[in-house]
C-alpha cells in the first residue's frame, strides 16, 4: 500500500514546527494567517488547521483577539513538558524492553556516539531524540508514540531558544546507564533512569527558564 499523501494542513505545519523549533520563528512571534496562506499558495482552511496541529505539539498558542503566535516558555512549562515526556516515556519504555534486540540497542548506543560527536545543538537534538526514538518504538503504541512526539518537538523549541549560542559537545552519561540496565534485563531500573533523565529539569531549578528548559536533554549523569 502507497504512503498516505501529505495533506496541505500538514505540509504547512511541518514547515512551520521546523522553523520555530529551529529558531528561525522566534517564541512570541506572531503567525500571521493571511501571510501564511499566500506563501502556501492555501487558502485559510488549511492554514488554520495547521496552527491547530502546531497547538497540539506546544509550539503555538492562541490569544482571543490578538492571534496565534509561537510559543513562549516559563519554568512551570518546561517543568510540566518534562513530567509528562518522564511517565509517557517509562510507561514506553517498559512496553518496548521485550522487544528490545541486541541490534536495536546497538543502533541506539550508535546515536548516543553521534550525539557526542555532534558539532552543533541541531546535530545534537537530532542524535538524541533518534536514542530515544530507536529505544521507545518498539513498544509498538503509535497513539503514545505520537504523544512523545508532539513533547519531544515542545522540548526541542525550548533547547534551541535557550543553547543554540552556548552549546558545547558533552557525554551523556544517562543514556549510557539506560542501555547498562536494557542490556542487563533491568527494566525497571532503565526505565526509572530514563524518567530521572527525562525530568531533571523539574528538579533543578535556574536563575534562567531557558536554561532550565535546555537542561531536559543536557544535564549529565
Known amino acids: 500500500m502507497s504512503p498516505r499523501k501529505e495533506t496541505v494542513a500538514a505540509r504547512i505545519a511541518r514547515v512551520l514546527s521546523q522553523r520555530i523549533i529551529s529558531g528561525e520563528l522566534a517564541a512570541g512571534e506572531r ?32 490569544e482571543p483577539r490578538r492571534g496565534v503566535r509561537v510559543t513562549s516558555f516559563s519554568q512551570e512549562r518546561v517543568r510540566e513538558v ?72 515542545a522540548s526541542a523549541h525550548f533547547l534551541f531558544s535557550a543553547w543554540r549560542s552556548e552549546w558545547e559537545p558533552r557525554t551523556d552519561r544517562d543514556h549510557r546507564t539506560i542501555l547498562h540496565h536494557l542490556r542487563r534485563g533491568e527494566v525497571d531500573a532503565a526505565a526509572e533512569a530514563l524518567a530521572r533523565h527525562v525530568k531533571r529539569v523539574g528538579h533543578k531549578p535556574t536563575e534562567k527558564a531557558g536554561k532550565e528548559a535546555a537542561s531536559i536533554f543536557l544535564m549529565p549523569g
Not at 501564511?36 to 497547538?55: D, N
Request: with cysteine; net charge negative.
Open 31 to 62: 503567525l500571521r494567517q493571511d501571510h501564511l496562506a499566500e506563501e502556501f499558495g492555501a487558502s485559510h482552511v488549511p492554514v488554520r488547521e495547521a496552527f491547530r496541529l502546531l497547538e497540539a505539539q506546544g509550539l503555538a498558542e492562541s
Open 82 to 153: 518534562a513530567e509528562m515526556r518522564a511517565a509517557l516515556e517509562a510507561l514506553a519504555l517498559r512496553e518496548a524492553a521485550p522487544h528490545l534486540t541486541s541490534a536495536i540497542l546497538a543502533e541506539a548506543e550508535a546515536a548516543t556516539l553521534a550525539g557526542d560527536k555532534a558539532a552543533d545543538v541541531v546535530a545534537w537534538e537530532e542524535a538524541n531524540r533518534r536514542f530515544h526514538r530507536t529505544i521507545l518504538a518498539p513498544c509498538k503504541m503509535p497513539r503514545l508514540m505520537a504523544a512523545i512526539d508532539d513533547l519531544h518537538a
